[in-house]
C-alpha cells in the first residue's frame, strides 16, 4: 500500500475518533486534514498549491450556492412553528380522536409526528415537544415504558425523511455534486441535473410507507399485548367539539404542506422559494395564535400569498414592457395591492411575536443551527479537498469497483458503513464526510441518483435511533420522567430500527418507491 493510500484512511479514522470523543466537528475535519496535508508535503505526495483551490471551494459550496439558501429558512419555519403551539393542538386532538382504541396514543404520535415533520422537519423539536406532552400521558394510561418512548422517538425522526428535510436539502446538494462529477468522468459534459426537489418526490412515498409500518406496528402490539398499550376510559375522553378542535388543530399546518410541498412538487417554486413561503406562513401562524380574536391581518395576508403565487405563475406580470394587455395590467395592480396586505400582516406578526418574546428566541435558535451547518460545511470541503489531494478518491473507487457483486456489492458495503457511522456520528457530519467520496464511484455505477439519495436518508434517519448517541435518545432522556430508565429508552427503539432496515430493504428491492414519483411530476 503506498505511502498516500495509507494517509487517506489514517486521516478518516483518526476524524472518526476524535469525533466519537465530541471534538468539535468543523475544527476536527479541517484540522485533521490540515495535519495530514502536511505528513503528505513532508512524505512528497502532496502540494500545498492544491489550498489555493479551497476559497473557490468555500465561496462555491456555501456563499453563493442558492440551494442551501433552504436551510436557516427551513429551520426558521420549524422553530416558529415549535413556538406556536401547534404540536401541542395536534397532540390533544389526535389523542382525543384515537384514544378509544388501543394503541391509539401511539397510532396519534406517529401521525402527530409525520405532520410536524412536513411542517416543520426539526426532530429535536418535534422529539422534546411530544415528549413533554405525550409521554407522561401515556405512562398515566399504562402503556409500556419502552414502547412509549420508542414510537415518540421514532415519529420524532420522521422529519429526516419526510420533506421538506433539512437532511434532503443537504443531501440533494451532495448528490447534485456528485451526479455531476460522475457524468463527466464518464464523458457526459450536460447532464440531466438532480435537484432537492426530486429528492423531495422521492422520499415522499417511502416516508408515508415509514409511517404507515409504525402504525402497524404499534397496532399489532396493542392486539396481541393489550396491557402494554390500553384505550383511555370513554368517561376520559373529552369528546365535546371534537370535531371543532379537530378542523382548529390540522387545518393550519396542512395548509402551510400545501403550500411549502405543493409549491415545490407542482413546479411552481424550487425548494429555497417554498422555504420562504413556508417562513412567511409559520410567522403569520405564530401572530394569529397569539390571539385569535384579531385574527384579520393575518387570514388577509396568507389569502394576499395565495393570489400572489397564483398570479405570478400564471400571467406575465413583468413591468417595463412595450405593450401590455388588460389582464396583465390588472394582474400587476391586484398583486402590489396583495403584496401591501401581505407586508402589513408581517409586520403585526412580527410585532406580536416579538412582543412575547418568541421571535428574539426563534432567531437566535435558527443562527445558532444554520451557523453549525455551515461552519461543519466549510471544515468539510477542506477534509474533501485534502483526500481527493492525497488519491483518496481513487482508492475509494477502485474499492468500490473491485467488489465482488458488483454494484450490489458496493452498494451493500457503503450503507452497512453508513449504518454503523450512525451509531457513533450526527447525519450532518455523515452527509459532508462519507457522501462525496462514495456518492461520485456509486453513480458511476448508472445508479439512479435519487434513489440513491432517498436510501441515503433513510439510512441516516437511523442514526437518530441507534444507541448509544442516537440524538432522539438524548433529546427524550432529557425531559422524560425520572421513573423511565435510559436501558427503557434504548430498548422501546430496536423494534422502530429494525421496521427502519426492513423499510430500507424494501426500497432496494423496489427502487420505484422512490423514482415514479419524481418521474411523475418532472418527467
Known amino acids: 500500500m503506498e505511502i498516500a493510500e495509507i494517509l487517506c484512511l489514517a486521516m478518516f479514522v483518526v476524524t472518526c475518533g476524535f469525533l466519537m470523543l465530541g471534538f468539535p466537528v468543523a475544527f476536527t475535519l479541517a484540522g485533521t486534514s490540515i495535519f495530514f496535508a502536511a505528513m503528505g508535503v513532508a512524505t512528497d505526495v502532496f502540494s500545498w498549491s492544491l489550498f489555493g483551490a479551497l476559497p473557490s471551494r468555500i ?40 384514544g378509544s382504541l388501543r394503541g391509539g396514543l401511539g397510532v396519534s404520535v406517529s401521525i402527530v409526528g409525520a405532520l410536524l415533520a412536513a411542517s416543520t422537519g426539526i426532530v429535536g423539536a418535534t422529539v422534546v415537544t411530544m415528549g413533554l406532552l405525550s409521554l407522561p400521558t401515556m405512562l398515566k394510561r399504562g402503556y409500556n415504558p419502552s414502547l412509549a418512548c420508542g414510537s415518540i422517538c421514532a415519529a420524532g425522526t420522521l422529519g429526516q425523511i419526510i420533506p421538506p428535510s433539512i437532511v434532503l436539502v443537504l443531501l440533494g446538494d451532495q448528490i447534485s455534486n456528485a451526479y455531476s462529477d460522475a457524468q463527466r468522468s464518464l464523458g457526459n459534459f450536460s447532464p440531466e441535473p438532480v435537484s432537492v426537489g426530486d429528492l423531495f418526490a422521492g422520499a415522499l412515498i417511502p416516508g408515508l410507507g415509514l409511517v404507515g409500518m409504525y402504525i402497524t406496528y404499534q397496532l399489532l402490539v396493542a392486539w396481541f399485548k393489550p396491557e402494554t398499550s390500553p384505550p383511555i376510559p370513554e368517561e376520559e375522553l373529552n369528546v365535546e367539539g371534537l370535531g371543532k378542535r379537530i378542523a382548529h388543530a390540522l387545518i393550519p399546518p396542512i395548509i402551510l404542506i400545501v403550500a411549502v410541498l405543493g409549491s415545490i412538487l407542482a413546479g411552481v417554486a424550487t425548494p ?27 387570514y388577509g395576508a396568507g389569502l394576499a400569498l ?36 401581505l407586508a402589513f400582516g408581517i409586520f403585526m406578526a412580527a410585532k406580536r411575536v416579538w412582543d412575547a418574546n418568541i421571535l428574539q428566541t426563534v432567531c437566535r435558535s435558527t443562527m445558532d443551527i444554520t451557523s453549525m451547518v455551515f461552519v461543519i460545511l466549510i471544515g468539510a470541503s477542506v477534509f474533501s479537498l485534502v483526500f481527493r489531494g492525497l488519491g483518496g478518491d481513487d482508492m475509494v473507487h477502485e474499492l468500490l469497483s473491485d467488489l465482488p457483486g458488483g454494484v450490489v456489492g458496493a452498494m451493500l458495503v457503503v450503507m452497512a458503513v453508513m449504518f454503523v457511522l450512525g451509531f457513533f456520528l450526527d447525519f450532518i457530519e455523515i452527509t459532508f464526510v462519507v457522501v462525496p467520496i462514495v456518492a461520485p464511484v456509486l453513480l458511476m455505477m448508472d445508479l439512479n441518483p435519487v434513489w440513491l439519495g432517498v436510501m441515503m436518508a433513510m439510512n441516516l434517519q437511523t442514526s ?37 432496515v426492513i423499510g430500507l430493504l424494501l426500497l432496494s428491492f423496489f427502487p420505484g418507491l422512490a423514482t415514479w414519483l419524481p418521474s411523475v411530476i418532472f418527467g
Not at 328 to 336: D, E, H, K, P
Not at 471 to 494: D, H, N
Request: hydrophobic residues 55%.
Open 272 to 298: 429555497t422559494e417554498a422555504a420562504a413561503v413556508g417562513s412567511v406562513g409559520a410567522l403569520l401562524l405564530a401572530g394569529l395564535r397569539l390571539d385569535e380574536s384579531h385574527g384579520i391581518p393575518f
Open 464 to 500: 437518530f435511533l441507534t444507541p448509544p448517541f442516537g440524538f432522539a435518545l438524548f433529546y427524550l432522556r432529557g425531559v422524560a420522567p425520572k421513573e423511565v430508565s435510559t436501558m427503557q429508552i434504548y430498548k422501546g427503539v430496536v423494534p422502530f430500527i429494525i421496521i427502519q
Open 59 to 98: 465561496f462555491g459550496n456555501a456563499m453563493t450556492n442558492e440551494v442551501l439558501i433552504a436551510v436557516p429558512l427551513f429551520i426558521f419555519m420549524g422553530v416558529m412553528l415549535e413556538r406556536s403551539k401547534v404540536a401541542e393542538e395536534l397532540l390533544d386532538s389526535m389523542g382525543m380522536l384515537f
Open 306 to 341: 395565495v393570489v400572489m403565487l397564483f398570479m405570478t405563475n400564471t400571467m406575465d406580470l413583468r413591468l417595463g414592457m412595450n405593450e401590455t394587455s388588460g389582464a396583465n395590467m390588472f394582474g400587476i395592480i391586484a398583486v402590489s395591492v396583495c403584496s401591501l396586505v
